[in-house]
């Protein structure tokens, strides 16, 4: 496609519900970012994949958030038991080989636990 | 200490303005800065990137890095009532495929 694609790009949830949120990278694009945005926040990383090497999960926040990506291309970030302050917005982020400098983002998904 | 601190705002100027947004860091190893624009309800959009210290001018903007105080800086000549964004500094050690270390992000307002 044209760019990231992410969906939804608003969900609702009660609070204890899971959620699954996916991405759809530029395709051709070998590496995949997923960043956190809270209110009055900066981007905060959770997990990167690259191509076929282990993923790095550094930054998820607990082992409530979980992350996959299938054949190399589509990702879901899934979380689990969803508290009120997982309430952000989810911004994934795809890399091509050949694009020296920063990421291109998605719109993003707006989280809201109630 | 967070490892990149930025201004929040809100930054409000008149049209036409010359506009200086501004980060500070902490780790001395980040060589590779960056500056993204985020409209509301949008992803950041990469906008000026630099290596290691200097300038780069691009159109009406232009992006500093002063290793040796680490600070950096953008600005922005004649801005329009379309630069009101929120405008993100972020930086990483190693070029490739590193994970970037964001700032919290300046919003600015220009008023026609």
């Known amino acids: 496609g044209a760019g990231v694609s992410q969906s939804p790009s608003n969900k609702v949830t009660e609070k204890g519900k899971d959620v699954e949120l996916r991405c759809d990278p530029i395709s051709g694009h070998t590496a995949l970012y997923w960043y956190r945005q809270s209110l009055g926040q900066g981007l905060e990383f959770l997990i990167y994949?690259?191509?076929?090497?282990?993923?790095?999960k550094s930054g998820l926040p607990s082992d409530r958030f979980s992350a996959e990506r299938t054949g190399g291309s589509v990702s879901t970030l899934t979380i689990q038991r969803t508290q009120q302050e997982d309430s952000a917005v989810y911004l994934c982020?795809?890399?091509?080989?050949?694009?020296?400098?920063?990421?291109?983002f998605g719109s993003g998904t707006r989280l809201t636990v109630v | 200490q967070k490892e990149v601190e930025q201004d929040p705002g809100p930054l409000s100027v008149p049209e036409g303005a010359i506009v200086s947004l501004n980060c500070t860091y902490s780790n001395s190893a980040f060589q590779y800065f960056m500056w993204y624009r985020q409209y509301s309800r949008k992803g950041p959009e990469l906008l000026m990137y630099?290596?290691?210290?200097g300038n780069k001018e691009d159109g009406r903007f232009t992006a500093q890095v002063d290793k040796s105080s680490k600070y950096i800086s953008l600005f922005i000549r004649d801005s329009q009532p379309s630069d009101s964004a929120t405008y993100l500094c972020a930086m990483s050690a190693e070029s490739g495929y590193s994970t970037l270390t964001f700032g919290k992000g300046t919003m600015l307002l220009v008023s026609p």
């Open positions: 994949f690259q191509g076929n090497s282990a993923p790095d």
């Open positions: 982020a795809s890399k091509s080989p050949n694009e020296g400098w920063g990421y291109t």
């Open positions: 630099t290596y290691s210290s």
